[in-house]
């Protein structure tokens, strides 16, 4: 295996030849970067496996950016606590702790699990802009995300109940 740090020394006095190397050398994944991604994409199905494990709305408003009905999902009115995931992953994305009653027809929340739980796309779609939420992990379209919720955040997650799954949280 190469010495780079000795390379970097010998191309300090050229730093142009030094800032090509770093671009080529930092460029490169390195091979736990690689495991980490590998492990966090094994719940991920073809289109063809998500074709058969989701029903047809599912597969719609997930793969195709469609929506349900305002007021017909099955999370709208969804007291219980626990923990909403990903239909077609299974990836914690938000809890019951950060739903809360909107008034838009949708399940709600004001935060995800976490920072990477959810990924944030431009939408200029239906001559609007918006921004929509997706999957952090498939990438699989779970509704919009819009500045005029609660605080601490003031954010509003408006999601279809069929791009998620709940599972409750078992009392003791």
Request: contains cysteine.
């Amino acid at each position: 295996m190469k010495d780079y740090g000795e390379i970097f020394k010998r191309c300090l006095p050229h730093s142009h030849v030094y800032n090509y190397i770093s671009i080529i050398l930092f460029s490169i994944p390195c091979q736990e970067h690689k495991q980490i991604n590998t492990m966090k994409n094994e719940n991920i199905l073809s289109k063809e496996e998500l074709k058969s494990k989701l029903s047809e709305e599912e597969y719609h408003v997930t793969q195709e950016k469609g929506t349900e009905r305002a007021y017909t999902g099955k999370y709208y009115k969804n007291k219980d606590t626990g923990v909403y995931n990903c239909i077609c992953c299974d990836s914690p994305l938000f809890t019951s702790e950060t739903k809360y009653e909107s008034g838009s027809g949708w399940p709600s929340f004001y935060e995800p699990v976490s920072k990477d739980a959810v990924k944030e796309i431009l939408d200029k779609t239906h001559g609007m802009v918006r921004t929509e939420v997706v999957c952090g992990t498939c990438e699989a379209h779970l509704g919009h995300v819009f500045n005029d919720g609660p605080k601490p955040t003031g954010m509003r997650y408006c999601l279809n109940s069929v791009s998620l799954n709940f599972e409750k949280k078992s009392g003791k």
